[in-house]
Nanobody, 124 residues
Framework: QVQLVESGGGLVQAGGSLRLSCVASGRTFSNYAMGWFRQAPGKERELVAVIGWIGGITRYGDSVKGRFTISRVNAKNTVYLQMNSLKPEDTAVYYC?????????????????WGQGTQVAVSS
């Protein structure tokens, strides 16, 4: 089992920045792909960014490319999501995910482990 705990969400004005963190425990962190997904009310969970555990390959959702950056520090069992130039449409619950797959899945159904989520709200 892998346990994931997200932090860093909050309320920010449009154009601002936030950094989300997700700390993993229970398994060897460096052997897992990590991802961030988000879900807004009434919408399906969607890809934000993923990072692989072999080669560090990254993939981003089209709506966040150039604004968000995913990174990982294996020594800290932590994956980060730096979010810049935030927009009101980025408002959602952001979930951290982990999986052994390589390359990392881009659909949420491909991930085995999930955190509880952290709320991000962007005001206009």
């Amino acid at each position: 089992q892998v346990q994931l705990v997200e932090s860093g969400g909050g309320l920010v004005q449009a154009g601002g920045s936030l950094r989300l963190s997700c700390v993993a425990s229970g398994r060897t962190f460096s052997n897992y792909a990590m991802g961030w997904f988000r879900q807004a009310p009434g919408k399906e969970r969607e890809l934000v960014a993923v990072i692989g555990w072999i080669g560090g390959i990254t993939r981003y959702g089209d709506s966040v490319k150039g604004r968000f950056t995913i990174s990982r520090v294996n020594a800290k069992n932590t994956v980060y999501l730096q979010m810049n130039s935030l927009k009101p449409e980025d408002t959602a619950v952001y979930y951290c995910a982990a999986d052994r797959s390589n390359p990392p899945p881009i659909e949420s159904k491909g991930w085995n482990y999930w955190g509880q989520g952290t709320q991000v709200a962007v005001s206009s």
